[in-house]
């Protein structure tokens, strides 16, 4: 399987080299030439199969002959081994016809770890095949990093730089960040917003100098591989429910727009999926595109849901890809404009392509308590915040006769405050957790600068320090 970019510029990779590249040289992101087709009989033989056997059969035309199999079928196995529910991401009925993914159940208690803990072991693995190391930097908005550092930590072929917003993270996935003792981990808090982190992370892709000789690496889901390992729940959820023999509909709640993405792409793949809805907190750029055409940025606004306060929404730039019939200028008009200003306008017929599939919905702060209280009362079924705004706008979205899953994408334990001011309920850390809010925090404070960032990254980063 080759790679392209989004901009069309850049080299054609394999699965290998795009999983190391990150950011692709033209400032695109990696996408398949071509999507793989699963028939209907695979498909349906993925029902009540193991995560791990269904993730083996989704990932493997990704992959092509980059991996051997047997060794892409043991990583799988290692990446799941460690989840705390034996379904890996089950599916919890909470009303007729409408349903939740659960995909907190790994080790940072958010669905990042899903595709995170097999994406460590697969770039562990292939650095290690070639001798090499990697300097990983992330940007989070509250999740990624702390997923990211738990699949990094103690590694020796890789460092990880994680920066978050400065006070725009709960105190657990602060925490999450800044407790881990690990010498190979790098808390920076950036006095900024998300926006901010995400885009020094691709100003210093686009840094050749610095990435070169820092051997830059990404783990966002910039990375082609983070989306790929969120398509496998998409089919899991959906054969347990009758796919292909049945349409599903999934709401996502939105902020980088990878987790959507890997349901368009589980789509394309074959899988019959009905709608697909994006649901947003009160910052909406994307539900303001589908309502006006207009992808305008605002200022981002602090949310109960801390993960989701995001207004550049990196990959909608793969969306626009495909509804521009992968033409790659007409993207880089799009991003030009944007970074000129601050916004665009998207053309019709693409608009068009994207509404055909995609529906969209805002939750705003009032609304997120009150399906978090409501929920409860209900059904007895306690959601974190980011999840809440999915059940919120799947409500809205259903026509009751197709199911509707709506991904359940943190556990209620990492907004503590919120959950416990909506519905009177503090969800409390799981045991193994708890240590972390009493254990001594290490981070470090720096402007919102390219410059800082990199020079920080620089002087820590083993690649630089040791050679490679
Ligand atoms: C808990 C949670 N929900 C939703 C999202 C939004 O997902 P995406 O950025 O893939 O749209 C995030 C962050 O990515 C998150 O951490
Ligand atoms: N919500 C994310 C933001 C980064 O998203 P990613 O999917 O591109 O890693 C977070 O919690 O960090």
Redesign the pocket.
């Known amino acids: 399987m080759k790679y392209v970019s989004t901009r069309g510029e850049a080299l054609v990779l394999d699965f290998a080299d795009v999983l190391l590249t990150g950011l692709a040289r033209d400032g695109g992101l990696y996408v398949p030439e071509a999507w793989p087709r699963l028939d209907d009989a695979k498909i349906s033989e993925m029902a009540g199969r193991p995560y791990a056997d269904v993730a083996f059969e989704v990932i493997s035309p990704f992959v092509g002959d980059a991996i051997a199999p047997e060794i892409l079928r043991r990583l799988i196995g290692e990446a799941y081994a460690g989840f705390r529910h034996e379904a890996v991401t089950p599916l919890v009925q909470i009303a007729p016809n409408s349903f939740v993914l659960e995909l907190f159940h790994g080790p940072t208690l ?1 669905f ?1 770890d899903v595709a995170m803990q097999f994406l460590g072991r697969l770039m562990d693995h292939i650095l290690t095949e070639r001798g090499e190391r990697a300097t990983i930097v ?8 702390g997923a990211a550092i738990e699949a990094f930590r103690g590694r020796d072929r890789t460092d990880v730089f994680v920066l978050f917003p400065d006070g725009r993270v709960s105190p657990v996935q602060r925490r999450q960040m800044t407790t881990p003792r690990d010498k190979n981990v790098h808390s920076l808090a950036l006095s900024g917003t ?1 926006d901010d982190c ?1 885009s020094i992370l691709k100003e210093m892709f686009n840094h050749f100098e610095f990435r070169d000789r820092v051997h830059l690496a990404g ?4 990375n082609w591989a ?1 989306i790929v390992a969120q398509v496998v729940y998409y089919f899991v959820a959906a054969t347990a429910l009758g796919a292909p023999y049945r349409k599903v509909s999934f709401t996502v709640p939105s ?2 727009f ?2 959507i993405f890997a349901g368009f792409v589980a789509k394309r793949m074959g899988l019959p999926i009905d709608r697909l809805v994006i649901a947003t907190n009160t910052n909406d750029i994307l539900t303001r595109t589908f309502e006006s055409s207009a992808y305008e940025m605002r200022g981002v606004t602090a949310t109960s849901s801390p ?2 306060d ?1 207004q550049i929404s ?2 909608f730039e793969r969306l626009l890809f495909e509804a521009y019939g992968r033409d790659g200028a007409a993207v880089r008009r799009l991003m030009e404009r944007l970074r000129q200003s601050q916004g665009f306008t998207i053309d019709d017929g693409p608009m068009r392509a994207m509404r055909a599939e995609f529906d969209a919905g805002r939750c705003l702060e009032d609304e997120t308590a009150q399906t978090i209280a409501k929920t409860l009362e209900k059904s007895g079924y306690l959601l974190d915040p980011h999840t809440a705004t999915g059940v919120k706008v799947a409500a809205e979205r259903t026509d009751g006769k197709v199911p509707m899953v709506v991904l359940g994408t943190a556990h209620p334990a990492k907004f503590p405050d919120a959950v416990e001011k909506a519905c009177g309920i503090r969800p409390e850390l799981p045991a193994e957790l708890a240590h972390i809010m009493n254990d001594e925090e290490r981070m470090e404070l720096l402007p919102a600068e390219q410059a800082s960032v990199e020079a920080y990254v620089e002087k820590n980063a083993r690649a630089v320090r040791e050679g490679v």
């Open positions: 958010a990042k992330t940007a989070t908005s509250g999740d990624t990093g998300f995400q783990v966002n889901s910039i983070r902020g980088n990878g987790d993960s989701m995001i990196s990959n």
